[in-house]
């Protein structure tokens, strides 16, 4: 993202826009003595679009030019209305495991996550914070150097930025390119979730971002949460939350036996 230095008035009203509040005001006497302009810092922009779709601009300064590879993996990954070609679909992570902020939920209809399986997405970065690729990498890396059985999910946006899927490494081109959040999705079996998560604690101490950890899992018919008591015996803190969707159709696949 960037302001048009003919038209800004630096009125300052996108200042509160910018996820990673990198808009600053700079005075350049080499044209006009004292005038005052908006930049924004290239390097910290995750070009996420908010202060532009905000529409704030007065005098409409503020453009999204056309980026050049590698950096057009920054829109893709922090603009929610940017559709990635490698899936169809807007936003950072597959229809079967979309997170956010506030949430996780599952839509899977197609076995994506079957009983005895967990989903598994690590989100890197948040908004003031964001997070390099060469996280990312590190924190994929560690995951399928541990042969845990951690499979990637092929449609994410991540995965189609990785040169060799089988160790996680990322290409090299996209390593220095920022995310206001990048998010590693995959799966593994149930029994195989501690060392997952401790292979997670582990590696969240060499990195320069912040990350949560969503678990998914199918609920049995029963109704018992199959990863409540692996939390418990790790001693760790978790959160619930669930979205159940009604009407959408019948699912395309029998997770259980019983099921009509």
Avoid at 123 to 140: C, I, N, S
Wanted: aromatic share 8%; net charge negative.
């Amino acid at each position: 993202m960037k302001a048009d230095k003919d038209k800004c008035i630096a009125c300052k009203r996108c200042f509160p826009y910018c996820p990673m509040g990198r808009i600053q005001t700079y005075t350049r006497h080499d044209q006009i003595p004292g005038r005052v302009y908006i930049e924004i810092d290239q390097d910290a922009c995750t070009d996420c679009g908010m202060c532009l779709r905000a529409k704030i601009c007065p005098v409409t300064a503020l453009f999204q030019p056309e980026e050049p590879w590698p950096r057009e993996v920054r829109g893709v990954l922090s603009n929610p209305m940017i559709e990635f070609m490698g899936s169809q679909t807007p936003g950072r992570g597959t229809e079967e495991m979309k997170t956010n902020t506030e949430e996780m939920k599952t839509n899977d209809v197609k076995g994506t996550f079957l009983p005895g399986e967990v989903g598994v997405g690590i989100e890197l970065g948040r908004p003031g914070v964001g997070a390099y690729f060469r996280d990312v990498q590190t924190v994929a890396m560690a995951l399928m150097k541990a042969d845990l059985g951690y499979q990637l999910a092929a449609e994410n946006p991540v995965t189609h930025f990785m040169s060799d899927k089988t160790t996680g490494k990322l290409r090299d081109d996209v390593l220095g390119e920022k995310a206001t959040s990048a998010i590693i999705e995959g799966k593994c079996k149930l029994e195989r979730l501690p060392e997952v998560i401790k292979i997670l604690q582990d590696v969240a101490k060499t990195l320069d971002t912040v990350f949560t950890v969503e678990v998914i899992t199918k609920v049995p018919p029963v109704g018992e949460v199959p990863i409540v008591p692996v939390f418990k015996e790790m001693g760790l803190w978790y959160s619930i939350n669930s979205k159940n969707n009604m009407g959408l159709g019948e699912p395309h696949y029998k997770f259980y036996d019983d099921e009509p």
